[in-house]
């Protein structure tokens, strides 16, 4: 089924109704030798935006929010005071009233949702919504009413509609519990990825980036300190070199790197491809080998996860 590719960003941003989010990429740049976060820098540069995204209103509303906040703003909005006429005691759009997507802080028969309050392109802000009388549980298929970026979805509790294609059908994706300082996964096999100032909670599929071992329409792009299945939003771009804004919109196989780990790269990030660290002939075989690009290890020595130790990236080293 066609997706709008105009980003992704999901996790990053692209441009067009209905499509879906991209994880936003190198900016500034993992670092492969960085044992902070296991190949990336500690800047919350995890973002995801879905620039296909025009607006992000209430299918129910004219965009007011519809739940609350455990917290009083300067108007003396409270939890309990959010809950109804948003527009004139929040804000426009509902922006001060919030929840709390890891406490789940909402009324019964609530969830805490991520949306974008601005009709803007990435989930920035979280917002009590009404859970569906049979929600689905994190596999299910699902509707999100509005676009993937509204809030408003058939999921149950603690779960959201994920890579929502442009008719509005998703897959429902569990949160992470726990909290940001120890988020956990139950599925074994999902790494937690907290995105957008921490407005995206989400267990994520885990992966190996020089295996193709993510469902088909996805491929395995780093995180902070992992590799995940993210939807793939390359679409005709993507190639060895090409500009990025957002990981994702590289082609599997390659991420988005800073413009100093790339020969020629004549933007703030360009893709760039995974290697094998255990073929002698890896950096040889790197595209930019000419212009400097060795293959570089991902994590640093001594701070590699099991299993990970021959994965590396083309890149010129620091």
Request: charged letters at 20%.
């Amino acid at each position: 089924m066609a997706r709008w590719l105009g980003w992704v960003v999901l996790l990053g941003s692209v441009g067009c109704v209905g499509g879906k989010p991209e994880l936003e990429g190198g900016q500034e740049g993992p670092d492969p030798s960085s044992s902070t976060t296991g190949g990336e820098e500690s800047e919350d540069d995890d973002s995801v935006t879905d620039p296909s995204m025009t607006s992000a209103t209430d299918p129910e509303s004219d965009g007011s929010s519809s739940g609350g906040t455990d917290t009083t703003d300067t108007d003396g909005c409270s939890f309990i005071g959010c809950g109804t006429d948003t527009e004139d005691t929040c804000g426009a759009g509902g922006a001060a009233c919030e929840c709390d997507v890891w406490a789940q802080d909402c009324p019964e028969g609530e969830k805490c949702a991520p949306w974008a309050n601005d009709g803007g392109s990435s989930w920035n802000a979280t917002r009590c919504v009404s859970v569906d009388s049979s929600p689905g549980v994190p596999g299910d298929p699902c509707v999100a009413e509005g676009g993937g970026l509204s809030g408003f979805d058939d999921c149950g509790e603690g779960s959201m509609c994920w890579d929502v294609d442009e008719t509005g059908m998703g897959t429902c994706i569990s949160f992470c519990s726990g909290n940001e300082a120890a988020p956990v996964c139950e599925d074994p096999d999902a790494s937690c990825v907290i995105a957008n100032d921490g407005v995206l909670i989400l267990c994520l599929p885990s992966c190996d980036p020089l295996l193709s071992d993510c469902a088909e329409g996805s491929a395995c792009y780093p995180t902070e300190n992992s590799f995940v299945c993210v939807f793939d939003a390359s679409g005709e771009a993507g190639a060895y070199a090409d500009p990025c804004e957002f990981t994702n919109v590289c082609d599997p196989g390659l991420w988005c790197a800073p413009a100093q780990a790339v020969p020629g790269c004549a933007t703030g990030s360009c893709c760039t491809p995974f290697c094998d660290r255990s073929d002698p002939d890896a950096s040889a075989a790197c595209p930019g080998a000419a212009g400097g690009q060795e293959c570089v290890p991902w994590y640093e020595e001594g701070q590699v996860p099991p299993g990970f130790e021959d994965v590396g990236s083309c890149m010129i080293p620091a």
